[in-house]
């Protein structure tokens, strides 16, 4: 998956036991906010090229992403 400046992402879960995700970042940053089932944040991890560059999630786990400089990232 590759994103543009400014792609959101919004709030989903893969609900399939074997629907885990896993995000590689190659350049540019995002943020990706894990929730819980009320809502809530729970954790926001930003990836970067000197922070965070892989995320993995298990499944069923809610979260969004979001795109928000002005680097591309793949």
């Known amino acids: 998956m590759a994103m543009e ?3 959101y992402i919004c709030p989903h879960r893969h609900v399939d036991s074997h629907k885990w995700g896993m995000f590689m970042l190659l350049s540019g940053e995002i943020d ?3 929730f819980n089932d009320e809502g809530e944040l729970l954790s926001r991890i930003h990836m970067s090229s000197t922070a965070t560059r892989v995320v993995l999630l298990p499944a069923n786990t809610w979260l969004l992403m979001w795109q928000n400089k ?3 990232w793949h």
């Open 5 to 7: 400046p400014g792609t």
């Open 32 to 34: 990706v906010l894990i």
């Open 70 to 72: 002005r680097e591309h």
